[in-house]
C-alpha cells in the first residue's frame, strides 16, 4: 500500500484481499476504509497482522472502518479485508497514512505541504483521510485548527497530529472547529491528519496552522500603550499579533470584542521568544494575559474565538502596556507621561487599558488613585511597576482603586488602568491622579492643592477617585498639626498622610468626619 493513496478493491462472497505495507518499530500506521457500493449485507471488515503474524486490531461498521497502531516491530504488516457478514458483496476504498515518511496526494484530492498562516480547503467523503505535512523546530509552539465550511449533521471535523517518530501529539474534534495546541520538542517533519470523527459523514473543511515562534506573513505588530483593532471573521480563524521585550519587563494585554454585531467570546495565548506559552486566558466579553519576560525577543500573541463550538465572529481591540519603553498613546486614547499633583481623565471601553508613566527617585513615596465618573459601569483596577518589572502594587475596589509604594530605585515607572468586573466588561470614564514626593505638585486647574501657609485654612471638593496633595514647609523640631473636616453635604470619611522630605511616611489617619 502507498501511504496517501485511494486502493480500491471488490469483494465477492467469502472473498479475502490481503494488502502489505512495511514499516518500522514506532511508525504510526493508520488504515480505514469506506464502502463503495454493494448491499445492505455487505460490511466491510478490516484486520491487521504484526510481522509475527499477531493480530493488532479489526474494525467493521456499515459505511466505513478504521484501526490505528504504532508500530512495536519493524517489518511487514499485513491488511485483511473482507465482508463481516462471510455473505455480502460490494466494492470499497481503502485509505493509508504512515507516518513518518512521504506520501501520495492522488489528483482532485487534497493534501500536502501545510504553510504558516495560509487556510488550506478540503473535503472528505465517507471514510476519506487527507494528509498534510509541515517542518518545526524544537521551542517552536503551534496550533492547528480546523473549520467546518460545509457538511450535514453526521460531518464532525476530526484532526490528529503526530510527530516525526509516529507518536500521536495531540487529537480533537468538534461539530463545527477543532483545536490543538502543541509545544514543539523534536525538530523534523510533523503529519495533520483529517478525517470524520463518526467515520460516516463528508463536508467541506478549512485547516490552518499557526506557530508561536515564526509569525506568519502579514502579522500585525503591537506597540506599547496602544490600541489596534482587529476581526474574528469567518469563524475557526486565529489572529497574530507580535511584540518585543526583554527579559525582566511586564508584560500586560487585554482584548476585548466591539459590541456591534460581534457574537465573540475572546481569548488570548501569549507566546515566549523560545515558543513556550506564558499565559492563556478567556472570560466574556474581554481576555487578559500578563508576564514578566524572562528572557528577550519577539513574543507572539493569537487571538480567537471561545465561545460555544468556537462559532463567535467580530471586531475586537487590542492593547499593550508593558515597562520598559515609552508608551506610544493610539489617537483618540488616553495614558502618557503623568505630572505630580495633576488629575487626568480618561475612558475605558471593553478590552481596553491605558498606559500612564511618570519618573520618581529611590525613596519618594509615590500614591495613584483611580476613580469612575457618575455614568461609568467601571470597576477601577491600577497597577503599578517599578523601573526594573517589578509589580509594586495592584488595587481593585467598588468605585475606585488606588496603589502606594516607596521607590526602591529610580527611573520611569508604569501605571496601568482598567477595569476589574466579571469578564472586563465594564466600561465608562475614570479620572486618576498621582501625588509623590521628591518634587512640588503640579495642581489641575479647578482643582485644589498646593502650597500651605500656617495656620491659614483651605476649602477643597474631594470627588470619586480625587487625592489632593498639599505641601509645606518646615525645619527639624518644629511640630505639625494638620486636620481634614468633611462638610456637612459631604459623604467623605476624610483620610491624611503625611509624608517627610525624605519621602517617609510620618502618619496617617482617616476616622468619621475628620482626621
Known sequence: MTSGAIHQGLIGVGDLDMWTVSASQGDRITVQIAKDSGGAGFTPMIELFAPDGARLGVGSGGQAARLDVQADAS???????????????GSYRLYLAHVPGSFFVPAGDEGGALPDGVDKDGTIFVGDLDQWAFTASPGDHITLQVTELTGGANFAPLIELFAPNGERKGVAQNASVATIDAAIEVGGTYAVLVSDANQTGSGTYRLHLTRGTIAPPGA???????????SISPAGITNVWTFTASAGESIVIRAGEITSGSTLTPQLQLYGPDGG?????????????TARATNSGTFTVFVKDNSAGQLGTGNYRIS??????????????EGGPMVNGTTYLGTIDTGDIDAWTFTANAGESIVVRMGETATATLTPQLRLYG???VLLGSSSSGAAAEVSARATNSGTFLVVAGDLTAGFAGTGNYRISLAKTGSAPVISASDEGGPMVNGTTYLATIDTGDMDAWTFTANAGESIVVRMGETAAATLTPQ???YGPDGMLRGSAFSGAAA
Open 496 to 498: 491624611l498622610r503625611l
Open 387 to 389: 523601573p526594573d518589572g
Open 220 to 230: 500585525n505588530v503591537l506597540t506599547n500603550g496602544g490600541t489596534s483593532l482587529g
Open 75 to 89: 517489518g511487514t504488516y499485513t491488511v485483511l479485508v473482507s465482508d463481516a457478514n462471510e455473505s455480502g458483496t
Open 277 to 289: 506559552l506564558l499565559n492563556s486566558f478567556s472570560s466574556g466579553a474581554a481576555a487578559e494575559v
Open 320 to 333: 499593550l502596556a508593558k515597562t520598559g519603553s515609552a508608551p506610544v498613546i493610539s489617537p483618540n486614547d
